[in-house]
């Protein structure tokens, strides 16, 4: 069955630390890949996309994230968090659904930072 | 990217009643998405709403529970109906295929929060 596992539910890191935040899929082919962050009780923001092509992709807020194809791994990264980053991390595929476009999400990464 | 708001951003409801949620986006989309996330819980796709036609369910959702409307290439509802406590979640629309982008890239409201009593 086609999943979306982020292992990690909980990380803290110290402000100004780097960061990585796992993702792992189950799909067949290669799949879309997504990363979006709510903050407490916000939506959901897109922080960056893989389709194709270069496997190191860059986004917003100074993350990025590398597409593995043999890890099977789409890993969020940051080299020095900001106390603002705190907030909740979804890795996202797009999945084969009824309607053809449906997202599935991960169970999502908290993350807290420290002083 | 688009503005996307939602209407209400929380309610508290009634055991037995529904509420219908607002999705206006502010420029044309050619696709919508209603998604759920139970406390705690990840995101999980309701429904495609179809501009002129029926919604499109995924498996676990039906339109008697969930029925949408999309009237317009940039609005639609998602009714909650015959609510009960198990439907206290955040419901969040979606859109996808703004300015040409791929249905796939799908740009979040802010939610509504319902907490049913």
């Known amino acids: 069955a086609q999943s979306v596992t982020q292992p990690d539910i909980h990380i803290t890191v110290s402000e100004g630390a780097s960061l990585e935040l796992r993702c792992n899929y189950s799909y067949g082919a290669t799949p879309y890949l997504f990363w979006y962050v709510q903050s407490p009780g916000q939506g959901l923001q897109l922080l960056l996309k893989y389709f194709s092509g270069d496997t190191l992709v860059q986004g917003i807020k100074g993350f990025e994230a590398e597409f593995k194809r043999s890890q099977s791994s789409f890993n969020l990264r940051k080299p020095s968090v900001h106390w603002s980053d705190a907030a909740e991390y979804f890795c996202a595929v797009a999945l084969n659904s009824n309607s053809g476009y449906a997202l599935n999400f991960g169970k999502g990464t908290s993350l807290l930072v420290t002083p | 990217s688009a503005v996307i708001s939602q209407k209400p951003s929380r309610d508290i409801c009634q055991r037995g009643t529904s509420l219908t949620i607002q999705c206006q986006v502010d420029s044309q989309v050619t696709m919508m998405f209603w998604y759920r996330q139970q406390p705690g819980q990840s995101l999980t796709l309701i429904a495609t709403a179809n501009q002129g036609s029926e919604a499109t369910y995924e498996s676990g959702f039906v339109i008697d529970k969930f029925p949408i409307s999309r009237p317009n290439l940039t609005f639609s509802t998602l009714t909650v109906s015959n609510m009960s406590p198990e439907d206290s979640s955040i419901y969040l629309c979606?859109?996808?295929?703004?300015?040409?982008?791929?249905?796939?890239?799908?740009?979040f409201g802010p939610g509504t929060r319902l907490t049913v009593t």
């Open positions: 979606s859109v996808g295929g703004l300015s040409g982008r791929r249905p796939y890239e799908q740009y």
